[in-house]
T-cell receptor, first 112, second 116 residues
Framework: DAKTTQPNSMESNEEEPVHLPCNHS???????IHWYRQLPSQGPEYVIH???SNVNNRMASLAIAEDRKSSTLILHRATLRDAAVYYC?????????????FGKGTLLTVNP | GAVVSQHPSWVICKSGTSVKIECRSL??????MFWYRQFPKQSLMLMAT?????????EQGVEKDKFLINHASLTLSTLTVTSAHPEDSSFYIC????????????FGQGTRLTVV
């Protein structure tokens, strides 16, 4: 499985933008880039995903490098509720073999 | 987003007994469901992938006779931990996705299993 590399932790201040980086240099042409986040003792929550173009939704934006070897999750205005572990995952396509394998993720701390 | 419901949220059982955990996709048909296990301060570890109507595919090192997975319908998958032991105590999480290429997965709230 193609792997991702994320910083172990990051810190942000409330109401400031946050840029969470992810490297995936071995990504294949059909791998989707997924982001999920997890609060303690809860299941992961879907944040955003994309293939080649940048993506925006109500929660965040996903900026994908032109060579697709890295991506950045952007939280435009961090709130205390955004404090969580953020996982960048490559969804290896292939029909019935599709699966999401989690790495260690980035622990985001948001300071008031 | 779509809703995946997992039941129970927590369970305590005696060593040697079996425990069943249910995972339901409430508002979509899940062609594929996944089961994960998570130990404290660690990431999620994929245990198995199941497609509706077929046998589950287990990840290396996961005992298929101990962790029985059934995906009988497009909205329900179950994980049964058989002859549970204290080392099976963990946080079990299911997720579900529909079959469109590249579609995202949605996760249940998790089940905290404690074997005493």
């Amino acid at each position: 499985d193609a792997k991702t590399t994320q910083p172990n932790s990051m810190e942000s201040n409330e109401e400031e933008p946050v840029h969470l980086p992810c490297n995936h240099s071995t990504i294949s042409g059909t791998d989707y880039i997924h982001w999920y986040r997890q609060l303690p003792s809860q299941g992961p929550e879907y944040v955003i995903h994309g293939l080649t173009s940048n993506v925006n939704n109500r929660m965040a934006s996903l900026a994908i490098a032109e060579d697709r070897k890295s991506s950045t999750l952007i939280l435009h205005r961090a709130t205390l509720r955004d404090a969580a572990v953020y996982y960048c995952i490559l969804g290896n396509s292939g029909g019935s073999n599709y699966k999401l394998t989690f790495g260690k993720g980035t622990l985001l701390t948001v300071n008031p | 987003g779509a809703v995946v419901s997992q039941h129970p949220s927590w369970v305590i059982c005696k060593s040697g007994t079996s425990v069943k955990i249910e995972c339901r996709s409430l508002d979509f048909q899940a062609t594929t469901m996944f089961w994960y296990r998570q130990f404290p301060k660690q990431s999620l570890m994929l245990m198995a992938t199941s497609n509706e109507g077929s046998k589950a595919t287990y990840e290396q090192g996961v005992e298929k006779d101990k962790f029985l997975i059934n995906h009988a319908s497009l909205t329900l998958s179950t994980l049964t931990v058989t002859s549970a032991h204290p080392e099976d105590s963990s946080f079990y999480i299911c997720s579900a996705r529909y079959g469109r290429v590249g579609s995202e997965a949605f996760f249940g709230q998790g089940t905290r299993l404690t074997v005493v």
